[in-house]
């Protein structure tokens, strides 16, 4: 996707986060039980913050979260956003920025993931009010999937093989991940799990599929099991489904 395209969802899911928002702020959010949308809402603004901070000073603060609970938490939401997008301007998608993902050291890394977490996120706010999901984008969509498979799992499991303990099969599982018009091979075994390009000729053990939103929202572990198709090994997919767990936690 083009920088402008990535901005221009943030912008929208931006703004309908704070819609739905708006409309509840004391209801619990049933994808992150733990959280209402008061919590939700001062999560997102202290992601927003934080990733100004890293491009700002070239590293990762070092005592965060600040004390933001003076300020309610739609203004907050609104001023971290401001500031974030005030950032990505003054600088270009190629501008050095410290990112925990080692191979993209760039501005463009935050853009990326911010888009992204901001649409799982307003789902989030949608699921807690009741209302209706937004469409997300096909896009938007396919690029999510590909995050969450290549830099959430396939460099997350190699990066911080700890969170995965318990987890990880002790023999390769196969599986694809298919939306249709785009496929990705997943394979994992007991060391992590390695992502590339995939085809529906191609042996696995399993094959997961629906269109580009249903797949994102299951990958993010925002949709039931049976929300997507899926076809042979269903031990191979309950793994999967537990190795996504540790990778989007």
């Given at each position: 996707?083009?920088?402008?395209?990535?901005?221009?969802?943030?912008?929208?899911?931006?703004?309908?986060?704070?819609?739905?928002?708006?409309?509840?702020?004391?209801?619990?959010?049933?994808?992150?039980?733990?959280?209402?949308?008061?919590?939700?809402?001062?999560?997102?603004?202290?992601?927003?913050l934080h990733k100004v901070e890293c491009m700002r000073t070239g590293s990762a603060p070092q005592t965060w979260?600040?004390?933001?609970?003076?300020?309610?938490?739609?203004?907050?939401?609104?001023?971290?956003?401001?500031?974030?997008?005030?950032?990505?301007?003054?600088?270009?998608?190629?501008?050095?920025?410290?990112?925990?993902?080692?191979?993209?050291?760039?501005?463009?890394?935050?853009?990326?993931?911010?888009?992204?977490?901001?649409?799982?996120?307003?789902?989030?706010?949608?699921?807690?009010?009741?209302?209706?999901?937004?469409?997300?984008?096909?896009?938007?969509?396919?690029?999510?999937?590909?995050?969450?498979?290549?830099?959430?799992?396939?460099?997350?499991?190699?990066?911080?093989?700890?969170?995965?303990?318990?987890?990880?099969?002790?023999?390769?599982?196969?599986?694809?991940?298919?939306?249709?018009?785009?496929?990705?091979?997943?394979?994992?075994?007991?060391?992590?799990?390695?992502?590339?390009?995939?085809?529906?000729?191609?042996?696995?053990?399993?094959?997961?599929?629906?269109?580009?939103?249903?797949?994102?929202?299951?990958?993010?572990?925002?949709?039931?099991?049976?929300?997507?198709?899926?076809?042979?090994?269903?031990?191979?997919?309950?793994?999967?489904?537990?190795?996504?767990?540790?990778?989007?936690?």
């Open positions: 996707m083009e920088t402008s395209r990535y901005l221009e969802c943030l912008a929208a899911d931006h703004a309908r986060l704070g819609a739905v928002a708006a409309t509840g702020l004391a209801e619990t959010v049933p994808s992150c039980p733990d959280w209402s949308v008061e919590d939700l809402t001062r999560h997102v603004a202290q992601v927003y979260p600040p004390d933001l609970s003076g300020e309610p938490p739609l203004a907050l939401l609104d001023r971290a956003y401001a500031q974030l997008r005030a950032e990505f301007a003054e600088r270009s998608p190629e501008s050095p920025a410290h990112t925990w993902y080692d191979p993209d050291q760039t501005v463009a890394f935050w853009i990326r993931r911010m888009a992204q977490e901001t649409v799982v996120h307003r789902v989030d706010a949608e699921l807690a009010a009741g209302t209706s999901v937004a469409d997300i984008p096909d896009d938007l969509a396919h690029d999510g999937i590909d995050e969450v498979l290549r830099v959430m799992l396939g460099y997350g499991t190699h990066r911080w093989p700890e969170a995965f303990t318990g987890v990880l099969p002790s023999s390769t599982v196969r599986l694809l991940v298919d939306t249709g018009e785009q496929s990705w091979l997943v394979r994992l075994d007991a060391t992590g799990a390695v992502v590339e390009p995939g085809s529906t000729d191609q042996a696995v053990h399993a094959t997961i599929s629906g269109a580009p939103p249903e797949l994102l929202l299951w990958l993010w572990r925002r949709t039931p099991d049976d929300a997507v198709r899926r076809t042979a090994d269903r031990h191979a997919v309950d793994t999967f489904r537990a190795v996504l767990g540790a990778a989007t936690q």
